[in-house]
């Protein structure tokens, strides 16, 4: 009964290749997003839906390319993987855009060679 | 020069002590604060929050201070025990900016047994 999921944990994969991560939540939440954790740890935001609308996209490269089916679901597809892209990303959820505490997945460790 | 690997804050503390982990933020229109622990392959989990009309709250072992006047947020744990050695982030949001949290640079706490 995990709150947030999302698949792959671990990814490596070689540059050039096209990637995707899937994530699920099962709180009913109306707002997802994406993060990515650089090397030092920091925690910075990509993308943020409500409802299936975007709502932020942070001066992410266009090779990121997030995809809501609908509201439960949050899937990130990267185009063209490069050797920065290595991080981890992290979907989450809130029950509102704003001012509702944001519950994160496991994170998904992806390793561009 | 470049950075290699880690250079987050630390805090090393002996179980059984009180420990205080420090943040400041920049916005001054921010008007929700939260604090998050990070354990090793895991993902953040909520701690504690706060509104900005309010400058204390207290939950089980956790405190979160906040000083608007000075744009500083403190998170106090009583009796550090070896489970709660973990990154812990401070993050806070604005209206003004709609669901965009940002995250200070997190602090590595180490308790010593």
């Known amino acids: 009964d995990t709150a947030v999921s999302q698949t792959p944990k671990y990814l490596v994969t070689q540059m050039g290749n096209d990637k995707s991560i899937k994530c699920e939540q099962n709180?009913?939440?109306?707002?997802m997003y994406w993060y990515k954790q650089d090397s030092k740890k920091f925690l910075k935001i990509m993308f943020s839906y409500n409802n299936k609308e975007l709502i932020i996209n942070e001066t992410v490269p266009n090779r990121f390319s997030p995809k809501s089916p609908d509201k439960a679901h949050l899937n990130l597809h990267i185009n063209s993987l490069e050797l920065g892209d290595s991080a981890v990303y992290f979907c989450?959820?809130?029950?509102?855009?704003?001012?509702?505490?944001?519950?994160f997945g496991e994170g998904s460790w992806l390793t561009v060679v | 020069g470049e950075s290699v690997g880690l250079h987050l804050p630390t805090l090393s503390v002996q179980e059984g002590d009180n420990s205080i982990i420090n943040c400041a933020y920049s916005?001054?229109?921010?008007?929700?604060f939260i604090w998050y622990k990070q354990e090793s392959g895991k993902g953040p989990q909520f701690i504690i929050d706060?509104?900005?009309?309010?400058d204390k709250r207290q939950g089980q072992r956790v405190t979160v201070l906040l000083n608007k006047t000075v744009k500083h947020l403190s998170l106090q744990i009583a009796a550090t025990q070896p489970g709660d050695s973990a990154v812990y982030f401070c993050?806070?949001?604005?209206?003004?900016?709609?669901?965009?949290?940002?995250f200070g640079e997190g602090t590595q706490l180490t308790v010593n047994p």
């Open positions: 709180l009913g939440h109306d707002t």
């Open positions: 993050a806070d949001e604005s209206e003004t900016s709609g669901s965009r949290l940002t």
């Open positions: 706060i509104r900005s009309n309010m």
């Open positions: 989450a959820s809130s029950p509102r855009s704003f001012g509702g505490t944001i519950y």
């Open positions: 916005n001054s229109a921010s008007d929700y």
